[in-house]
């Protein structure tokens, strides 16, 4: 790996929690782009987290792995003071809801504890930007029978898991960090995503992977939950737009203007693959679970630009091809090999 003393690099930037699934496409996406930016990937390998994801990238003399804890002073002050990073992008987050109700510390330490890890070093070394990734579950949700209401940047923040109350936590510390040391931030709250190296816990992947096995499809209670998909690399682009463009101590939200029925996108997925629809299981509703999803993103497109670009119907055949042209990928997660 090439030192960087020896490259001049325009920027440097520290991406953490890049082994999963957003960051990892998010990091993909840079190093594409941007040929002269130095790209650090912070990341403790959860469960969730896949050093596989990032083989391609392992190579790259722009790049550096460091597997560490944003909750851990010590290692994450110790990266500043070797990188000197200009740019900070916050994707490390606990972020499976049903995980969060059985055992909500661990998302508060992560979540929490940890993007106040961050901001404490970026104040001693100095950053140009600090950039939170946030979801839109902090607003709560919506009824069902109101198509015409949507989250704005000015919804008041009324979370439903211990999960979206641990990103909520870490939004409102953000912004007090901003105001009471100057840091300059900016936040972004996005839809679901889904999209290559999604973690098959997750809803579409999950009914993709469990369909070509023939195993049941679980569905929570009737299917009727409404989300807005937001496909990852559109997720990635509006990033890139608020770190270079943004207005510091701003938020934005990130939809993807493409909003489905749970049990609509499970059907979908079966037709997809020639799968019966026999193989849908409905089972007990999750606890607390939220209605409907869905963001406005007046504010990026009028400030930035920004519109989605993929539709879902094509963005979830794009995803069901991955998936079927990637299976070891996935099928090392799910014997556990990936771990080792």
């Known amino acids: 790996m090439l ?13 953490t929690g890049g082994a999963g699934f957003i960051g990892s496409n998010f990091i993909f996406h840079m190093l594409e782009k941007y040929p002269k930016y130095r790209i650090i990937c912070l990341d403790k390998l959860t469960y969730a987290g896949n050093l596989f994801t990032l083989a391609n990238v392992m190579d790259n003399p722009n790049f550096r792995f460091v597997k560490a804890d944003i909750c851990d002073r010590e290692a994450v002050f110790r ?40 901001m404490d070093a970026c104040r001693k070394f100095g950053i140009k930007r600090f950039h939170q990734v946030s979801t839109d579950e902090v607003y709560g949700d919506l009824p069902l029978d109101r198509p015409d209401l949507f989250f704005t940047e000015e919804t008041a923040i009324h979370t439903s ?69 937001l496909y990852v690399e559109d997720h990635c682009k509006a990033i890139d737009l608020i770190i270079h463009k943004g207005k510091i101590g701003e938020v934005y ?48 497109y009028n400030k930035l630009a920004w519109l989605p670009n993929t539709k879902f119907a ?18 090392n997660i799910i014997s556990g090999e990936y771990r080792q």
Not at 173 to 185: C, E, N, Q
């Open 3 to 15: 030192n960087k003393n020896i490259q001049t690099y325009s920027l440097t930037l520290l991406i």
């Open 253 to 300: 939200n990130i939809g993807g203007h493409n909003e489905m029925r749970n049990i609509d996108i499970v059907k979908l997925i079966c037709k997809e693959l020639g799968k019966s629809e026999s193989l849908i299981t409905y089972v007990a509703d999750r606890k607390g679970h939220d209605r409907r999803y869905a963001i406005d993103s007046t504010k990026i």
């Open 79 to 118: 990266l500043f003071a070797e990188e000197h990073p200009d740019i900070v992008v916050n994707f490390a987050a606990e972020s499976h809801v049903d995980r969060s109700i059985v055992d909500p510390e661990i998302f508060l330490q992560t979540n929490i504890i940890g993007t106040a890890t961050l």
């Open 314 to 331: 094509d963005g979830i055949k794009k995803t069901i091809q991955w998936y079927l042209h990637n299976r070891q990928w996935w099928e």
């Open 161 to 229: 898991s211990p999960y979206s109350a641990s990103k909520a936590s870490a939004d409102l510390l953000v912004m007090a960090y901003h105001r009471t040391y100057g840091l300059p931030v900016t936040i972004s709250r996005c839809s679901n995503n889904y999209g290559p190296y999604q973690f098959p816990e997750k809803l579409i992947p999950l009914m993709i992977v469990n369909a070509l096995a023939e195993k049941p499809l679980p569905v929570y209670g009737e299917g009727l939950n409404v989300r807005d998909w």
